[in-house]
C-alpha cells in the first residue's frame, strides 16, 4: 500500500519531471505492444533517460511526437516530456483496450490531470491539486483511497461566494506525489528513481493525428558529441540509495541500530510493527532466512500458486536459493490468471486471482537482497501487498510459525 511520501525524491528529478511531464502507466502490457498501439517506431534504445533530450530533439525537428518507453514491473510506462499525448482519448482508448491505464500530467504553466482509464472508459478524470472536482463515468470510484493518501477536497473557486471561508482548501506541495501514489494503486505499478535512471528505455516516435507518415521528415538523431552532459550535476541525481533509505527511514526512532540494515522495507515495517522489526534483528541471519523463504511461500499460498504443477519448479528452485532459468520462467508466467482490467476487491478483503499471481510473481523476477534481514523484510512486505495491504494475519501466522519472534 503505497503513500505519497513514497515519492519525495520525484520533485528533484534532474529531468524537470515535476514543472512538466506525462506520465502514461499501462497495466499488464509489454513495451512492443504499447508501441504498436501507439502506432510509433523505434529510434533508439537507451539507458534511462540521460540522453532523452537529444532523440526528443530528433523526432520533434522531423515534425513526430516523443516518448520514452520502459518495461516496469507490472506493465509499461509511457513518459513525455513537454508532451501531452497521453491525455488524448485518440491515443488512451486503443492503449487501454482490455486493460487499464492512469496518467498523471504534471505541468508549471496549465492544469495538471489525474486520469484513470479502464478499456477505454475514463472512469476518474480530475486535477490533483482540486480533488473536489472530479469528472468520469465513475468520478468517485477512487475516493477512498483519495482520501487515504490525504487528497484536498476543498475548493478555491472564485466564483464560489464562500470559497474565502472554506477551511478545507489549501496549496498543497505533495498532489503530484499523491497522484503517483494513486496511479500506482489502481495500475501496481510503481515509479522508481532507480527505473528513471537506470531501466531499459526506447525513444518512440508518433505521426501527429491525421498526417500521412510518408510525407513526414525521416528523423535524423544528432551526434552525441551536441549534447555535453556535465557528469557531475547528473551523476548528483543518480539514484542514490543511501538518500532513499534516509528519507524512508525519517522519523522513526531507532532503539537498535541494526534495525538499519533491513533496508526501505525494514522502515515500512518499522512503521507498522517495530517489535516484530526488532526480534528479526536479534534472531540472526539463519532465523531471517527462513522467514525470508515461508513468507514468499506465504505468499505464494495466498495467490494460489504454491500447489500449481506449472510454479513446482519456480518454487523448488527458490528452495534451493536459486533463480529458475529463463525458460522456466517464461513457461510459468504465461500460465498466470489474466490481470483484470483493475484490480477488484472480493467479499474477503482480498484481491482477484490474477492480481494476487501477478503481485507474488514479482518474488520470482526480483533479486534477492544479500542482507538477510533486508531480504526477509522484502519478502514479507511483497506478501502484504499479494495480501491486499492487510498484514495482522501474516504477522500472526509469522510468529506463531517462529515463536522467538515473540
Not at 508532451?83 to 488524448?88: E, H, S
Not at 477505454?120 to 482540486?130: E, N, S
Not at 498532489?175 to 505499478?189: D, N
Not at 543518480?238 to 541494526?258: C, K, M, N, S, T
Amino acid at each position: 500500500m503505497s503513500i505519497f511520501s513514497d515519492y519525495n525524491w520525484f520533485e528533484s528529478t534532474f529531468h524537470g519531471l515535476m514543472e512538466e511531464s506525462c506520465l502514461t502507466f499501462v497495466r499488464g502490457l509489454r513495451i512492443q505492444e504499447v508501441i504498436r498501439r501507439l502506432g510509433g517506431s523505434e529510434i533508439a534504445g537507451m539507458t534511462g533517460l540521460r540522453q532523452m533530450d537529444r532523440y526528443r530533439d530528433a523526432v520533434t525537428n522531423a515534425g513526430q511526437e516523443f516518448a520514452a518507453v520502459a518495461d516496469v514491473d507490472g506493465g509499461v510506462l509511457v513518459l513525455e516530456q513537454y508532451g501531452l499525448l497521453g491525455t488524448y482519448e485518440t491515443v488512451f482508448t486503443p492503449l487501454s483496450r482490455g486493460t487499464s491505464l492512469a496518467v498523471v500530467y504534471s505541468s508549471e504553466n496549465n492544469d495538471a490531470r489525474f486520469m484513470w482509464i479502464a478499456d477505454g472508459d475514463c472512469r476518474v478524470d480530475f486535477d490533483p491539486f482540486h480533488a473536489a472536482w472530479r469528472e468520469g463515468s465513475q468520478p468517485d470510484a477512487l475516493l477512498a483511497e483519495m482520501q487515504r493518501l490525504g487528497f484536498n477536497f476543498g475548493t478555491d473557486e472564485a466564483d464560489d461566494p464562500g470559497w474565502v471561508d472554506d477551511p478545507g482548501w489549501v496549496y498543497d506541495d505533495n498532489a503530484t506525489k499523491r497522484a503517483l501514489a494513486l496511479a500506482e494503486h489502481v495500475t501496481g505499478i510503481r515509479l522508481t528513481k532507480a527505473a528513471l535512471n537506470t531501466a531499459p528505455f526506447v525513444a518512440v516516435a508518433m505521426p501527429p493525428q491525421g498526417v500521412d507518415p510518408a510525407k513526414l521528415a525521416p528523423v535524423v538523431v544528432p551526434p552525441v558529441e551536441d549534447y555535453e552532459y556535465d557528469e557531475y550535476e547528473y551523476d548528483k541525481y543518480e539514484y542514490d540509495q543511501e538518500a532513499d533509505l534516509a528519507a524512508a527511514w525519517a522519523g522513526i526512532d531507532v532503539p537498535d541500530e541494526r534495525i538499519r540494515s533491513s533496508g526501505y522495507n525494514g522502515a515500512l515495517l518499522a512503521r507498522r510493527d517495530m517489535n516484530l522489526l526488532l526480534a528479526l534483528a536479534s534472531a540472526g541471519d539463519e532465523v531471517c532466512r527462513q522467514v525470508w523463504l515461508w513468507a514468499q511461500e506465504w505468499a505464494f499460498t495466498k495467490a494460489e500458486l504454491i500447489d500449481k504443477p506449472f510454479f513446482t519448479p519456480i518454487l523448488e528452485a527458490i528452495r534451493r536459493g536459486e533463480a529458475a532459468d529463463d525458460l522456466t520462467r517464461h513457461h510459468a508466467k504465461q500460465r498466470l490468471d489474466r490481470l483484470p482490467v483493475s484490480p477488484e476487491d472480493l467479499p474477503d478483503g482480498s484481491l482477484d486471482r490474477g492480481s494476487r499471481q501477478h503481485l507474488a510473481w514479482e518474488l520470482v523476477n526480483n533479486p534477492t537482497d544479500p542482507v538477510p534481514l533486508a531480504a526477509a523484510c522484502d519478502a514479507l512486505f511483497k506478501a502484504v501487498v499479494v495480501n491486499n495491504g492487510r498484514d495482522q494475519q501474516l504477522f500472526a501466522d509469522l510468529r506463531a510459525r517462529f515463536p522467538q519472534l515473540g
